[in-house]
T-cell receptor
């Protein structure tokens, strides 16, 4: 068990809908990362938060947004869903940002299926 | 974009054999990490090698790093059926904005046949 909790584990929704994925980082970890994993694109970095502030953006679509709350949990909001958004969405946390040697701890992921 | 490119994309070996996976990366890094993923599950951190290190061992794992060639290799010795999984390399480094990021390759799918 990595200590990172993601809910829900599975989500099936229709095109055009909006969903929210939730992540609770390991206790004490300030940094949260979101990744999307699909068969054809591999593991794509979406966005990173550190202690409530956005720190880095990757290949995140404008239809997607995220935030990190004061209690350090994070939510990833996906709207106007398309079939191509079907993927595994992972959250990872790490102790700090700015260190040269930092490993990330991954949750079990949310499998999103858009039908 | 992917930081690392793993090679091979898929590898099938007999139990007891050694498995070697390679990774090349594009930009400068502070460290290179290897992760393992069982089918459809989360990634598990295996080992981290810093940019000023050349080789590191952890149990049956051996990682090398050649920063001049921007490449790394992961060797799993005496493989077991339970080692069957996908293995990803990830480069840890700083973005232009100064934030630390982990950028993953597409992975090597390892199958160990009992």
């Amino acid at each position: 068990d990595s200590g990172v909790t993601q809910t829900p584990k599975h989500l099936i929704t229709a095109t055009g809908q909006r969903v929210t994925l939730r992540c609770s980082p390991r206790s004490g970890d300030l940094s949260v990362y979101w990744y999307q994993q699909s068969l054809d694109q591999g593991l794509q970095f979406l966005i990173q938060y550190y202690n409530g502030e956005e720190r880095a953006k990757g290949n995140i679509l404008e239809r997607f947004s995220a935030q990190q709350f004061p209690d350090l949990h994070s939510e990833l909001n996906l709207s106007s869903l398309e079939l191509g958004d079907s993927a595994l969405y992972f959250c990872a946390s790490s102790e700090k940002t700015g260190l040269s040697s930092t490993e990330a701890f991954f949750g079990q992921g949310t499998r999103l299926t858009v039908v | 974009s992917q930081q690392g490119e793993e090679d091979p994309q898929a590898l099938s070996i007999q139990e007891g054999e050694n498995a070697t996976m390679n990774c090349s990366y594009k930009t400068s890094i502070n460290n290179l990490q290897w992760y393992r993923q069982n089918s459809g599950r989360g990634l598990v951190h295996l080992i981290l090698i810093r940019s000023n290190e050349r080789e590191k061992h952890s149990g049956r794992l051996r990682v090398t790093l050649d920063t001049s060639k921007k490449s790394s290799s992961l060797l799993i010795t005496a493989s077991r059926a339970a080692d069957t999984a996908s293995y990803f390399c990830a480069g840890g480094g700083y973005s232009g904005a100064g934030s630390y990021q982990l950028t993953f390759g597409k992975g090597t799918k390892l199958s160990v046949i009992p």
